[in-house]
C-alpha cells in the first residue's frame, strides 16, 4: 500500500477539517491537502518523474514540506528529505548519491543548492515552477506502490564519516504509525502536531500517524525551535503533541523556569534521538508534568524500538522508579528486543550486550551500501551497535555505542554512568565522557564539562568516589564552554577525541 492512501481517505472522511497550519493560521483542509497533493503528482509525472525515482526536499520545517512529502508518495517516487541546517554541499553529496533528480527548496536553500552545482533540478517553492505544479491536472488516486518499495531514503547523521541513507519502505512507515497508535499515543482528531524538530528526520516519521487520524499540522512560522514560540503556540492549538531531542526538552525546561510557564495545551511530548539524563528528565516532569514519553529508535528502525509509558516517565511511587526512568522502555508492539553477546546469541537477564531488533520496522538496507547492509542486518535481526541491558521485567538501559565502550584495564567502562554521576553534581551543565589512550590501561576515562563557574576537578573527583567505582571516574577533567554537536543535537565525541589527540601531539 502506498502510504499516501491514508491522506486520501482522510480528504474522503473530513474533508473540510482543518490541516496544515503556519503558526495559527489555517493553510488547508484535509481537502485541500489532498489537492495540492496530487496536483504535485500530476506535475512530477509531467516532468518525467514517477515510481521508483527520488526526489529531494531541502526546506526548513513549513506547509510545502509536507505537500512535498505527499506530492512524491502520491506519484509513486521516493521522498529524500536533507536536513535544512546542512551545508549546501553536504546536501548536494545526499542529493548525488541518492541519484535524485529533482529537489524541492525554500529560496534560501535552494541558492546554496545552486551554490554547490548540483546534478538535479532545484525547484525553488517560491518560484514559477511550483505554483504551476499546484495549478497541475491532480492524479486520480496514490500510485500503486507495494509494501516493500522504497517510500523514504533516510540519511543518518553521519557522525562518524558519510551519512548512510536507510531505505525506508512503504511497510516500515505503516508499522511506525501503527505501533505509535498502540505503544506510544493515541491519536485523534481533536489533536494536533508541531513540527519543532526537523521534519527531515523524526518529527516527519510522525507525519502519516496524525494524518491517518485526522490531526492538525502545525508548523513553526520560525521554521523550527523556539520554546516561547512552542508555549504560545500550544497554549491557542491546545492539545498539542510534539516530538523533541533531549537537548530541546532541556532548553524548553530552563526557558519554562525563566518565563514562568507551566506548558499550557501541551499534551504529549515524545522524547528520543539521543541520552536524555535522569536529573534532566525529572527536572522536566517536576515542571510541565506527565506529558512526556520516550522513544528508542534508529533511522534503520525507525522510531521503532522501544517505548517508555508516560506513566512510567512520571511515576515517584515505584521501588525503582529511576532505575526504570533511566531506561529507554520496553518493546514496541510490532518488534521483537534482545540483547545479544558476540555471536548473537540471548545475553542472560541483566547482562550487557548490543541491543537487536527485528519486526516490519527494521529497514531492507543501505542504499547502494551491500557491505554495511551485511554487517548490519544479520539473520534478520538488526544489530544497532548499541550496548545495553535488559531486566526481567523487559525494560531495556542503554549503556552506550558500542563504540564509546571505554576499556581500561581490561574492564568495560560505559561513558553514560559516569555523565549520570557528574551531572548530579550542582556545577555541572552539560558533560561527555570519552576515553583517553594511555599505554598501560589501554584507555583511561576523562570528561569535557561545561561547568556553571569554575571548573573545580577535586570536587568533580570527590564527588564520584562518593557514588560510583573508583576505577570509572575521570582521570581528566576538562572546562569547555559547549560540547560539540551535530545538526540533530548529538554529542560529538569523534571531535572531543580528536581534541585529545590535539592534545597529546601538542
Not at 42 to 54: K, N
Not at 202 to 230: D, K, N, Q, W
Request: hydrophobic share 45%.
Amino acid at each position: 500500500m502506498n502510504i499516501g492512501h491514508w491522506l486520501m481517505r482522510a480528504a474522503q472522511v473530513r474533508g473540510d477539517t482543518a490541516a496544515i497550519f503556519s503558526g495559527t493560521e489555517p493553510v488547508a483542509d484535509y481537502a485541500g491537502f489532498h489537492d495540492r497533493a496530487a496536483r504535485l503528482a500530476g506535475w512530477l509525472g509531467a516532468q518525467g518523474i514517477g515510481p521508483g525515482d527520488r526526489v529531494g526536499i531541502f526546506m526548513k520545517n513549513c506547509p510545502d514540506f509536507l505537500i512535498a512529502f505527499y506530492g512524491i508518495w502520491y506519484a509513486g517516487a521516493a521522498a529524500v528529505p536533507i536536513n535544512a541546517k546542512l551545508h549546501g554541499r553536504e546536501a548536494a553529496w545526499i542529493l548525488g548519491h541518492s541519484g535524485a533528480k529533482m529537489c524541492f527548496a525554500t529560496p534560501e536553500l535552494a541558492g546554496a543548492l545552486g551554490e554547490a552545482g548540483v546534478a538535479a533540478e532545484v525547484v525553488d517553492t517560491t518560484g514559477a515552477d511550483f505554483a504551476g505544479a499546484m495549478a497541475a491536472e491532480p492524479v486520480a488516486a496514490p500510485a500503486p506502490r507495494a509494501p516493500e518499495d522504497l517510500a523514504w531514503l533516510f540519511y543518518t547523521s553521519g557522525t562518524t564519516g558519510r551519512p548512510k541513507g536507510v531505505m525506508i519502505t512503504h511497510r516500515m512507515l505503516v508499522a511506525t504509525s501503527l505501533m505509535y497508535l498502540a505503544s506510544v499515543d493515541p491519536v485523534t482528531a481533536e489533536d494536533a502536531t508541531l513540527y519543532a524538530a526537523p521534519m527531515s528526520h523524526g518529527a516527519g516519521l510522525y507525519a502519516p500517524v496524525h494524518v491517518l487520524m485526522g490531526a492538525r499540522h502545525v508548523c513553526p512560522v520560525s521554521g523550527g525551535f523556539e520554546p516561547a514560540e512552542i508555549f504560545d503556540l500550544a497554549r491557542r492549538m491546545g492539545r498539542m503533541h510534539l516530538f523533541a531531542a533531549p537537548t530541546m526538552i532541556k532548553r524548553m525546561t530552563q526557558a519554562a523556569k525563566a518565563r514562568g510557564e507551566s506548558g499550557e495545551g501541551l499534551r504529549s511530548i515524545v522524547y528520543g534521538g539521543g541520552p536524555m539524563y535522569v536529573a534532566d528528565i525529572v527536572e522536566a516532569v517536576e515542571v510541565f508534568g506527565p506529558v512526556f514519553i520516550q522513544i528508542y529508535g534508529q533511522g534503520e528502525a525507525p522510531m521503532g524500538i522501544t517505548a517508555l509509558a508516560r506513566e512510567e516517565v512520571a511515576d515517584r511511587a515505584h521501588p525503582r522508579w529511576r532505575e526504570r526512568l533511566g531506561s529507554v522502555g520496553r518493546a514496541q508492539a510490532g518488534v521483537e528486543v534482545r540483547i545479544g553477546d558476540e555471536a548473537g546469541q540471548p545475553c542472560a537477564t541483566g547482562e550487557p550486550g548490543e541491543i537487536m531488533v527485528r519486526g516490519d520496522v527494521v529497514m531492507g538496507g543501505y542504499w547502494e551500501n551491500p557491505e554495511g547492509t551485511a554487517k548490519t542486518l544479520q539473520d534478520g535481526w538488526l544489530m544497532t551497535g548499541d550496548i545495553g541491558t535488559m531486566d526481567a521485567d523487559g525494560f531495556v538501559t542503554l549503556q552506550d555505542r558500542s563504540k564509546d565502550v571505554i576499556i581500561s584495564g581490561g574492564t568495560n567502562i560505559y561513558p553514560r554512568e559516569v555523565e549520570e554521576c557528574l551531572l548530579l553534581h550542582a556545577s555541572v551543565s552539560e558533560v561527555s565522557v570519552v576515553g583517553r589512550p594511555d599505554a598501560e590501561w589501554g584507555e583511561d576515562v576523562v570528561a569535557f564539562v561545561v561547568c556553571e563557574g569554575a571548573l573545580d576537578e577535586a570536587a568533580l573527583d570527590e564527588h564520584c568516589r562518593a557514588h560510583i567505582a573508583r576505577f570509572k571516574r575521570p582521570k581528566a577533567y576538562f572546562a569547555v564552554p559547549e560540547l560539540p554537536k551535530n545538526n540533530y543535537g548529538k554529542v560529538l565525541k569523534t571531535e572531543l577525541r580528536k581534541a585529545l589527540e590535539e592534545k597529546a601531539g601538542g
